[in-house]
Every structure is written in structure tokens, then in C-alpha cells.
Antibody
């Protein structure tokens, strides 16, 4: 059974950093691009970033570009989101999601989601 | 960036009804449009991909249609378990992705 489990969320002060992790199991992780998507409390879905299956291509939402970095370690079936210079508007439940494409930079369809990890930004 | 506008933002319908949710893109995205269902307290779930293809395991009462800028999600014979918020998502250029603001569906 394919599964994604996020971790690393917590309470952080504005301007500080946090690193999220998402560990995959039950599928060939190294073949799929991976996304991060966030959802502020009571709000809609907000796409954050994508990384290609091999980690060579990365794309970001305008709101996080230059502050957030997505990376992956295929030997550990894990994708990361390094979040720097956090702002109050970054507070959200962060989901990782599998892109259904295999061996490509992206296909654009998110077919498997984790349960999310909560990030709170507060002084 | 491509903007996605869903309507309505919320609606209520009766069990057995046919429900229609629309999604409009700010520019032509051909068929690069997905629909997701998110039940309260749960992660989103893929329903429809490529505008009209039903994801494996999704009941056939869900149907997606449209192309270009205008898309529709139709739920026939509404069931109590369909209570959820529904989101459209475009993937036209594969470097940025946009979700609609969501449509919250309730039962009368």
C-alpha cells in the first residue's frame, strides 16, 4: 500500500526556519516527481513546490520562491521542504503529494497525498 | 500566472440530486485540469484527471467535462458520503500549478 508520511511541523517564530520531511513507502519513490501543497486553517489548497523524479528540476510558487527549498533523497525515499524566513502567512497544514508522472519532470496530477504536518508561525 | 475560478463557493443539495460545479481558467489550458475531493479532516483525493478521466476506484456518478477555459464537475445521484469540498487544479505549463478556491458541498 502506497503511503506518504509528513513530519517536522511545529511552532516557529517569524523569520525563523523549519524543515519538513515526507517519507514514502509502498511504491518506487525514485520514479515520481513530488509536490508540496499547503492549506491554511479554514482555507483552500495552495501549491508550494515541485521537484522532478531525479531532483534536477525544481519549481516554486511566487509566494515562497527564494525562501523555501525543495529537495529529495531517493536512497531514503524522502522529500524535504526547507522553509526559511517564515512569515505569519506561511502558517498552514503542509501536504506532500506524489505526481503521477514517472521518469519525467512532472505530469501535473497529484494522485497520492499524505495526511499533512502543521506549521504555526507565531511570536 | 493562470487563475482558476470555481463556482459556486458553496451549495446544498438533496440525496439523489444532480450537482454541477464549474471551474473557469483565466487562459486556455486545453484539458490540463484535475478535480479533487476533500472531506473534513482528511487529505484531498484525486477524482478526475485530464478534465474527464475517472480515477480508479471513484464512483461513476462523478463526471468531468470541458476544455479550453471552462470545465464542469457533475455528481449524479448525490450520496451522503459526497459531502466534501471540491477543488479544480490546472497543470498547463508544469512549472506552476493553481487550485480553484473550492466548492463546499452540503446535504439539505
Amino acid at each position: 500500500q502506497a503511503l506518504l508520511v509528513e513530519s517536522g511541523g511545529g511552532v516557529v517564530q517569524p523569520g525563523r526556519s523549519l524543515r519538513l520531511s515526507c517519507t514514502a513507502s509502498g511504491f518506487a519513490f525514485g520514479r515520481n516527481p513530488m509536490h508540496w501543497v499547503r492549506q491554511a486553517p479554514g482555507k483552500g489548497l495552495d501549491w508550494v513546490a515541485i521537484i522532478s523524479y531525479d531532483g534536477t528540476r525544481k519549481y516554486y510558487a511566487n509566494s515562497v520562491r527564494g525562501r523555501f527549498t525543495i529537495s529529495r533523497d531517493n536512497s531514503k525515499n524522502t522529500v524535504f521542504l526547507q522553509m526559511n524566513k517564515l512569515r505569519s502567512e506561511d502558517a498552514a497544514l503542509y501536504y506532500c503529494a506524489r505526481d503521477e508522472g514517472r521518469g519525467v519532470a512532472a505530469a501535473g496530477t497529484l494522485d497520492l497525498w499524505g495526511q499533512g504536518t502543521l506549521v504555526s508561525v507565531s511570536s | 500566472d493562470i487563475q482558476m475560478t470555481q463556482s459556486p463557493s458553496s451549495l446544498s443539495a438533496s440525496v439523489g440530486d444532480k450537482v454541477t460545479i464549474t471551474c473557469q481558467a483565466s487562459e486556455d489550458i486545453t484539458f490540463f485540469l484535475n478535480w479533487y475531493q476533500q472531506k473534513a479532516g482528511e487529505a484531498p483525493k484525486l477524482l478526475i484527471y485530464d478534465a474527464s478521466s475517472l480515477q480508479t476506484g471513484v464512483p461513476s456518478r462523478f463526471r468531468g467535462s470541458g476544455s479550453g477555459t471552462d470545465f464542469t464537475l457533475t455528481i449524479s445521484n448525490l450520496q451522503p458520503e459526497d459531502i466534501a469540498t471540491y477543488y479544480c487544479q490546472q497543470y498547463h505549463d508544469l512549472t506552476t500549478y493553481t487550485f480553484g478556491q473550492g466548492t463546499k458541498l452540503g446535504i439539505k
